[in-house]
């Protein structure tokens, strides 16, 4: 069965200080993996994704997220936390079901940024 | 920059009414999802459209819900009759086909008294 987790419900960070929010992924195939961020009472913002290539992928607003193949893992990660990155953070995964693609998404992340 | 337009955003309705959403995908998107979002949990794919055909409801609740597309374009979600758990966002995405990234419209917030 397709499924993404996200451990935590809520990320606690300062300002300044690197954030990693993580996700972990369960697919038959290979993975197709996204971040997405939502804002309140607004739809789902792409990030960025990962297909193929390098682990390390760079997204929108400074972004980045790490493939592990091993650990079954996509974590996002940004160097430097900004207040305005609070928001509700969102791993997907992309599975071939039926020659149909579904995405299968977590229950997501709470990032909360203090000054 | 072409967005995928909802209506109403907010809806307020008492259980057992008959509710209906509406979206407008981005021009040129054959694929339309439905996503139901209650609160604290991840987007669940209700329905999937390739242009005016279903290719996936198997999360509907056919007994009360129903979608439709009939011209491959804009898109229907119908409740009848709404119950309280039925109070979620429900989002409506758009790509150019099944294997393109969905793009997220606003989402229309029900809340069932």
């Known amino acids: 069965a397709q499924s993404v987790a996200q451990p935590e419900d809520q990320v606690n960070v300062a300002e300044g200080n690197p954030l990693t929010v993580k996700c972990t992924y369960s697919?038959?195939?290979?993975?197709?993996l996204f971040w997405y961020v939502q804002y309140p009472n607004r739809g789902l913002q792409f990030l960025l994704k990962?297909?193929?290539?390098?682990?390390l992928v760079k997204g929108s607003y400074g972004f980045e997220a790490e493939f592990n193949k091993s650990q079954t893992s996509f974590h996002l990660k940004k160097p430097s936390a900004l207040v305005s990155d609070s928001a509700l953070y969102f791993c997907?995964?992309?599975?071939?079901?039926?020659?149909?693609?579904?995405?299968?998404f977590g229950s997501g992340t709470k990032l909360n940024v203090k000054p | 920059e072409a967005e995928v337009a909802q209506s109403p955003r907010y809806k307020i309705t008492e259980k057992s009414q008959a509710v209906a959403f509406w979206c407008d995908p981005i021009s040129g998107h054959a694929t339309l999802y439905w996503y139901r979002q209650i609160l604290g949990q991840g987007p669940e794919l209700l329905v999937q459209f390739q242009d005016e055909s279903v290719v996936d409801d198997s999360q509907l609740p056919k007994d009360r819900f129903s979608a439709e597309r009939l011209k491959g374009v804009d898109s229907t979600l119908k409740i009848q009759p709404a119950e309280l758990g039925d109070s979620a966002m429900y989002l409506c995405a758009s790509s150019p086909d099944t294997l393109a990234l969905p793009f997220f419209g606003p989402g229309t917030r029900l809340t069932v008294l």
């Open positions: 997907a995964v992309r599975a071939l079901i039926y020659n149909f693609n579904k995405f299968y």
């Open positions: 697919v038959s195939g290979n993975p197709y």
């Open positions: 990962y297909i193929t290539g390098d682990n």
